[in-house]
């Protein structure tokens, strides 16, 4: 397995390649006059026959982010990888996975199968907000709270926990 690093998740890039021992390819980064941007891994043989792991979180600015983790993914496939895992931390849009009012988008619905479309063979995201988006594919959501309540457990006196909502406040530590 490789790693290819977006530029939203550098640090956790370099961090899952060093741990792993895993290789960490090299990404050239363009960004035309008109804001278009365009990504390429530098060295196919290094992606031909291998199974990629594309790391790319999609915080603000959102629309960019995503883009390029769909680009990285398209890459990985042109270059000839065999199998394509995107790691996406934080799934943009996961918030919008119900239609509140008539005309409204299921935009997470949107995100997710674009990733696959993209060509991507599994998604792996942390703490997604509906896991019900993810039904019927190849795609898990990890959860962070127990690693969260491994690290603080006693390091609180008298601990305060809070939640979003009522769906999050159902998770327990």
Request: hydrophobic share 35%.
């Amino acid at each position: 397995m490789k790693v290819v690093p977006g530029s939203a998740s550098q640090t956790l890039s370099y961090e899952i390649s060093r741990s792993g021992g895993l290789d960490l390819l090299e990404v050239e980064r363009r960004v035309f006059p008109d804001g278009e941007l365009l990504v390429r891994i530098k060295d196919e043989e290094e992606v031909s026959g291998e199974e990629i792991l594309v790391v790319q979180s999609t915080p603000y600015p959102q629309e960019r982010n995503l883009m390029e983790l769909l680009q990285l993914i398209d890459s990985s496939i042109s270059m000839g990888a065999e199998r394509v895992i995107a790691l996406v931390p934080y799934l943009c849009y996961s918030r919008q996975d119900k239609r509140f009012r008539q005309g409204e988008p299921l935009s997470s619905r949107i995100v997710v199968d674009s990733i696959f479309s993209a060509g991507a063979d599994e998604l792996i995201t942390v703490n997604i907000h509906e896991e019900g988006i993810l039904r019927g594919k190849r795609a898990k959501s990890l959860r962070a709270e127990p690693e969260i309540g491994r690290y603080f457990s006693g390091k609180l006196d008298d601990p305060l926990v809070l939640a979003p909502d009522k769906g999050a406040s159902e998770s327990s530590f």
